[in-house]
């Protein structure tokens, strides 16, 4: 797995690319948490997710709650078909707010 | 339990004669009666499985001779599911099911080894984990071996989807994304078999 981190229209945008699986995971979990951490709306790009498992899954609850905890904006960007599958199963994909284009995403957070 | 459970392939009479050696041989003077009682499903279970189809019969290494697809052994070890992934993939592929179906079984044969690299032997589980894969008719069926202590079935049950909360959704996924998902009566030396099965519905 690799990611990126920027700032961008005044969010942090966290992009992952590649597979999100039990031994990236923990990585996984310290970007999200250290992009809720700068206080700003998190967008959570998974376009170029190949493939992510329930432990990928649980580092995005884990951060997601804990922005909205601080009343951050929280959204996932261009989710990717195999990570969609995953959040349907998982019934998660109600729980997050998901936008189609990281513009969307912008949007949405405000 | 341990000695029972050591001894979980005898025939009853020997079981229970373990346990009487057990009790007799401290050397110390016997002065209560004792009464075993012990029951045996094993004929119930040879019933059951005499009326089941024959995708769930209860041998493990379903997958010798001419069903057999793949077999894939690693150490239980989180840098090993790539690669297991990858054999799943092209195996299920070559088993004829399509893209999504394919994905699913990776997934679900994924989140069933995590399980054993998380949570076998309390978690310090370091052997090995086995995947084999076999086709019977349009059924795919996998089995996931691994060598640690007895796993509590009764322990694995999927959590409460309304709790959103980290973790916790594998079992859930595996049962979801898989038509069968039973643990099968465990190796002569011990360990757990995990047996998965998906029907392949673009041959019906």
């Known amino acids: ?37 700068r206080g700003t709306g998190v967008l959570v790009d998974l376009s170029a997710v190949d493939y992510i498992d329930s432990s990928g899954v649980a ?18 960007v261009a989710v990717s078909e195999g990570a969609r599958r995953v959040l349907e199963l998982a019934r998660l994909d109600k729980v997050f707010t998901i936008c189609g284009t990281i513009s969307q995403g912008f949007e949405e957070i405000g | ?25 401290g050397g110390a003077t016997l002065r209560d009666d004792l009464t075993i009682l012990g029951v045996d499903d094993r004929a119930a ?37 790539k690669l297991v992934r990858a054999v799943v993939e092209n195996a299920t592929r070559l088993a004829g099911f399509n893209d999504v179906d394919i994905n699913d079984v990776v997934l679900a044969v994924d989140e069933s080894l995590q399980n054993v690299i998380r949570h076998a032997d309390g978690g310090h589980y370091d052997g090995l984990m086995e995947v084999s894969l076999s086709r019977k008719g349009d059924i795919l069926i996998i089995d996931i071996m691994d060598e640690a202590g007895p796993v509590d079935v009764s322990k694995i049950k999927p ?13 859930h996924l595996i049962n979801e994304l898989m038509d069968s998902v039973d643990f099968l009566p465990a190796k002569e030396h011990g360990g757990n078999i995990l047996r998965l099965t998906k029907k392949n519905r673009l041959k019906q």
Request: hydrophobic share 35%; with cysteine; proline share 5%.
């Open chain 1, 59 to 76: 580092s995005l609850v884990e951060s997601f709650q804990k922005a909205r905890k601080q009343d951050q904006g929280y959204v996932l």
């Open chain 2, 1 to 25: 339990m341990a000695l029972l459970d050591r001894h979980r392939l005898d025939e009853l009479g020997g079981r229970l004669q373990t346990v009487i050696d057990c009790v007799e041989g």
């Open chain 2, 45 to 81: 279970r040879q019933t059951r499985a005499a009326k089941e189809p024959d995708h769930t019969e209860t041998r493990p290494g379903a997958s010798d001779g001419a069903g057999m697809i793949a077999h894939i052994r690693v150490p239980s070890a989180p840098d090993r599911l």
């Open chain 1, 1 to 37: 797995m690799e990611h990126e981190i920027r700032d961008e229209n005044g969010a942090t945008v966290v992009a992952f690319r590649g597979d999100v699986d039990l031994q990236s995971s923990p990585e996984a979990r310290k970007v999200l948490l250290e992009a809720v951490a």
């Open chain 2, 159 to 171: 959590r409460d989807l309304d709790d959103v909360r980290p973790g916790g959704l594998g079992t």
